[in-house]
């Protein structure tokens, strides 16, 4: 067939697409090219723009290694994540849920680690933190041996990754619920961090004229057969950026009320001494439980 005109391009081009055989895929591939011809006539993009933006995507894969995806940074700072995240959890957000994003971070098989330790592996500063987590189903009943994956960053806003001074898996660890769907462990308290503008995200949200910071977090991985796996992330309600967080990540469900004890006996024992705690509840969904393959798989060379 020859093609002399935009419109038979894509006609003929989609008519190839519903050739493909498995269901889903066909639908993803007829969906993916009406979208991306339409984006190229909408914007009237040029020859030019159109060789920048291959080089682009290019050098997304080219500006990710095992302690980096520049990938999962980009879905991010443009909403994609956040999007799937919620339209795929919450029936299809009619309603408010715990899943959140991912994030560029996670890191498979860190310690697993018994229920109320600490999962500070290496002097790292910060404010004493202790959490307490409980994993309910949507019938409010708890689900109990559930692995819970804990992972944040620093109070400097790095993660162990990032950081070739803090020990392998520091401040990560592996949680299983007990009957009550409850976990507990000691931290530090989290700091916001700038996400890395030294690659092409930077360059975008220079464009944008958008800060680089994401509000203070705490970031789950809740996993167990016959429940959907949810990954989450709680947020500071004391901190600044939670508006505008730039991975467009903050829902209202998923803000922790941090509190402050001075004075206190820690839970660990230790009397008279300043401590925060933060106690929160994870709704999980009946579905398919699946682990992702992780964005990185190693930490930064010292
Ligand atoms: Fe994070």
């Given at each position: 067939?020859?093609?002399?005109?935009?419109?038979?391009?894509?006609?003929?081009?989609?008519?190839?697409?519903?050739?493909?055989?498995?269901?889903?895929?066909?639908?993803?591939?007829?969906?993916?090219?009406?979208?991306?011809?339409?984006?190229?006539?909408?914007?009237?993009?040029?020859?030019?723009?159109?060789?920048?933006?291959?080089?682009?995507?290019?050098?997304?894969?080219?500006?990710?290694?095992?302690?980096?995806?520049?990938?999962?940074?980009?879905?991010?700072?443009?909403?994609?994540?956040?999007?799937?995240?919620?339209?795929?959890?919450?029936?299809?957000?009619?309603?408010?849920?715990?899943?959140?994003?991912?994030?560029?971070?996670?890191?498979?098989?860190?310690?697993?680690?018994?229920?109320?330790?600490?999962?500070?592996?290496?002097?790292?500063?910060?404010?004493?933190?202790y959490v307490n987590a409980w994993?309910?189903?949507?019938?409010?009943?708890?689900?109990?041996?559930?692995?819970?994956?804990?992972?944040?960053?620093?109070?400097?806003?790095?993660?162990?990754?990032?950081?070739?001074?803090?020990?392998?898996?520091?401040?990560?660890?592996?949680?299983?619920?007990?009957?009550?769907?409850h976990i507990a462990?000691?931290?530090?308290?989290?700091?916001?961090?700038?996400?890395?503008?030294?690659?092409?995200?930077?360059?975008?949200?220079?464009?944008?004229?958008?800060?680089?910071?994401?509000?203070?977090?705490?970031?789950?991985?809740?996993?167990?057969?016959?429940?959907?796996?949810?990954?989450?992330?709680?947020?500071?309600?004391?901190?600044?950026?939670?508006?505008?967080?730039?991975?467009?990540?903050?829902?209202?469900?998923?803000?922790?009320?941090?509190?402050?004890?001075?004075?206190?006996?820690?839970?660990?024992?230790?009397?008279?001494?300043?401590?925060?705690s933060l106690d929160f509840?994870?709704?999980?969904?009946?579905?398919?439980?699946?682990?992702?393959?992780?964005?990185?798989?190693?930490?930064?060379?010292?």
């Amino acid at each position: 067939m020859f093609i002399n005109k935009p419109q038979e391009l894509t006609h003929y081009v989609l008519e190839q697409m519903a050739k493909t055989e498995d269901p889903r895929t066909r639908e993803i591939m007829v969906g993916l090219v009406k979208h991306l011809h339409a984006f190229v006539s909408d914007v009237a993009l040029t020859e030019a723009e159109f060789h920048q933006a291959c080089g682009l995507i290019a050098k997304l894969g080219q500006q990710s290694s095992a302690s980096h995806n520049e990938v999962t940074l980009m879905a991010g700072s443009l909403g994609v994540s956040a999007l799937v995240c919620l339209s795929n959890n919450g029936e299809g957000g009619k309603r408010a849920t715990t899943a959140n994003l991912m994030g560029p971070f996670w890191r498979q098989d860190s310690p697993l680690t018994a229920s109320g330790e600490s999962i500070v592996r290496s002097t790292t500063p910060g404010e004493t933190l202790y959490v307490n987590a409980w994993v309910r189903d949507l019938q409010g009943q708890p689900v109990s041996h559930a692995m819970v994956d804990v992972w944040h960053s620093s109070s400097k806003g790095f993660y162990e990754n990032q950081d070739a001074s803090q020990a392998e898996m520091n401040l990560r660890g592996r949680f299983e619920t007990d009957s009550e769907g409850h976990i507990a462990f000691q931290t530090i308290k989290p700091a916001g961090y700038p996400i890395p503008i030294n690659g092409l995200v930077g360059e975008v949200l220079s464009q944008l004229g958008r800060h680089n910071m994401r509000p203070a977090h705490l970031h789950f991985l809740i996993f167990k057969e016959g429940f959907k796996t949810q990954f989450s992330q709680v947020y500071s309600s004391d901190d600044p950026y939670l508006e505008t967080d730039v991975q467009f990540g903050v829902t209202q469900a998923l803000i922790g009320q941090y509190v402050w004890h001075e004075g206190e006996t820690e839970p660990n024992g230790v009397e008279g001494s300043n401590w925060w705690s933060l106690d929160f509840v994870f709704e999980v969904e009946p579905g398919v439980a699946y682990l992702p393959k992780p964005p990185i798989s190693a930490k930064v060379e010292a």
